[in-house]
Nanobody
């Protein structure tokens, strides 16, 4: 059974930092790219960052470039998102995401349960 468990959110002041974690199980973690999305109140869910299978290639939304860093530890089946220089507009629920191949050859989206990040003074 595939599971993605998000953690690490919280309340932080502007300019502060947080590290989010996503612990994965139920699939061959090292074989899949992973993503972090976020959804702010009243807004669409948006892609924040992506990382390739070995962690060599990463991509970021323009709004977070230079402030957020995605990384992964394939030995621990965990993907991380380091959030630095946080702004109030970063307030959102953050979700880990993976697209996995099923036994029937199709592709299915899996999501973590989300972790709330609130940036406020």
């Amino acid at each position: 059974q595939v599971q993605l468990v998000d953690s690490g959110g919280g309340l932080v002041q502007p300019g502060g930092s947080l590290r989010l974690s996503c612990a994965a199980s139920g699939f061959t973690f090292s074989s899949y790219a992973l993503n972090w999305y976020r959804q702010a109140p009243g807004k669409e869910r948006e892609l924040v960052a992506s990382i390739s299978t070995a962690g060599v290639s990463t991509n970021y939304a323009d709004a977070v470039k230079g402030r957020f860093t995605i990384s992964r530890d394939n030995g621990k089946n965990t993907v991380y998102l380091q959030l630095n220089s946080l702004k109030p507009e970063d307030t959102a629920v953050y979700y880990c995401h993976a697209v996995l191949r099923t036994r029937w050859g199709t592709w299915t989206d899996y999501w973590g349960q989300g972790t709330q990040v609130t940036v406020s003074s």
